[in-house]
């Protein structure tokens, strides 16, 4: 079994940084993506940054700018650089590892805990 954990969250000032990490565990010979997405109380999850095995980055729009995500290959990790933190980027933080090929299974896709960011006004 694949196992993602998260680690990186905590309380921070608006106009802060945080630096999410995110660690895929287990026999793994390839993941085709991983990412981030976030989910805010009372709202549905949405995607942050993902970055795919071509190198490819995508971010979303309201985080353009002052969010960085990078990949590890080497060490199935993947990070998530948030700067200028602002009160809406509250949420839980997810990492998602798509396409990952393991010793047990041909294909799956996996989803870590989650890790909670606070931002406060």
């Known amino acids: 079994q694949v196992q993602l954990v998260e680690s990186g969250g905590g309380l921070v000032q608006a106009g802060g940084s945080l630096r999410l990490s995110c660690a895929a565990s287990?026999?793994?010979?390839?993941?085709?993506?991983m990412g981030w997405y976030r989910q805010a109380p009372g709202k549905q999850r949405e995607l942050v940054a993902t970055?795919?095995?071509?190198?490819?980055?995508n971010y979303a729009d309201s985080v353009k700018g002052r969010f960085t995500i990078a990949r590890d290959n080497a060490k199935n990790t993947v990070y998530l650089q948030m700067n200028s933190l602002k009160p809406e980027d509250t949420a839980v933080y997810y990492c998602?590892?798509?396409?990952?090929?393991?010793?047990?299974?041909?294909?799956?896709?996996?989803w870590g805990q989650g890790t909670q960011v606070t931002v406060s006004s």
């Open positions: 287990g026999i793994i010979f390839s993941i085709n993506a």
């Open positions: 970055f795919t095995s071509g190198g490819s980055t």
């Open positions: 998602q590892a798509k396409g990952v090929r393991t010793l047990g299974s041909s294909r799956g896709d996996y």
